[in-house]
């Protein structure tokens, strides 16, 4: 049963610190989106990839946060410096087309202290 | 600007009726609507896709129904059980763009 994985799924740390959160989409999934989710925000759209081609990422802040797909089985998304501001759930996505159903990994709870 | 509008943040029902869930939204001009359940600490989980040329789409005990003019989108769930409780996202998409997500309603089916 295919699906996408994502790691760590808790993620402690202190502002200030380095973050990295990775994600292992759908085989075949050529669509890779990443969201934050908060109580206030709900699930918010932070940037997506189609053929490991970054299509926008204006949904996050460019001067801390950075996606990249180094390879077709491998997304990124960092936080360099993180802020207490960054505590959330963060979920990537993948889907075999920009506009087609999506498939959630089970998220990284980042808390920053 | 777009905006996706879930009816309730939440909604409780007795075990055995049937729970409706609203989808509004302005500004926008959908070719489909998705229904996603999401458990705590689980990432969203598709259930339904209706497109704007469909009325209405069942599966097992899931209805949806899509009205273009009302902008509106209504999800039922019928003879609703504990099981069923979660958040439930409505997601409007359309061409070639992202999906655009509600902030969910959390349904609790009480026994």
């Known amino acids: 049963d295919a699906r996408v994985t994502q790691t760590p799924r808790h993620k402690v740390t202190e502002m200030g610190q380095e973050v990295t959160m990775r994600c292992q989409p759908i085989?075949?999934?050529?669509?890779v989106f990443w969201y934050r989710q908060t109580m206030m925000q709900g699930l918010e759209l932070l940037a997506y990839f189609r053929n490991r081609a970054p299509l926008d990422d204006s949904g996050m802040p460019k001067d801390r946060f950075s996606a990249e797909m180094p390879d077709a089985t491998l997304a990124t998304l960092k936080i360099q410096p993180s802020e207490p501001r960054d505590s959330a759930v963060y979920f990537c996505?993948?889907?075999?087309?920009?506009?087609?159903?999506?498939?959630f990994g089970p998220g990284t709870r980042l808390t920053v202290l | 600007s777009q905006k996706i509008e879930q009816n309730s943040e939440a909604l409780n029902i007795q075990e055995g009726k049937t729970a409706t869930l609203t989808c509004n939204y302005t500004?926008?001009?959908?070719?489909?609507l998705q229904w996603y359940r999401q458990d705590p600490g689980r990432g969203p989980v598709f259930l339904l896709l209706i497109r704007e040329n469909e009325k209405e789409k069942r599966k097992e005990r899931l209805k949806v129904t899509f009205d273009t003019t009302l902008k509106q989108s209504l999800f039922h769930i019928t003879a609703s059980q504990p099981a069923d409780s979660a958040t439930y996202l409505c997601?409007?998409?359309?061409?070639?763009?992202?999906?655009?997500f509600g902030k969910g309603t959390r349904l609790s089916v009480i026994a």
């Open positions: 500004n926008y001009s959908p070719a489909y």
């Open positions: 085989l075949g999934h050529n669509t």
């Open positions: 997601a409007l998409g359309a061409g070639n763009t992202p999906l655009v």
């Open positions: 996505a993948s889907g075999p087309t920009l506009s087609d159903t999506q498939y």
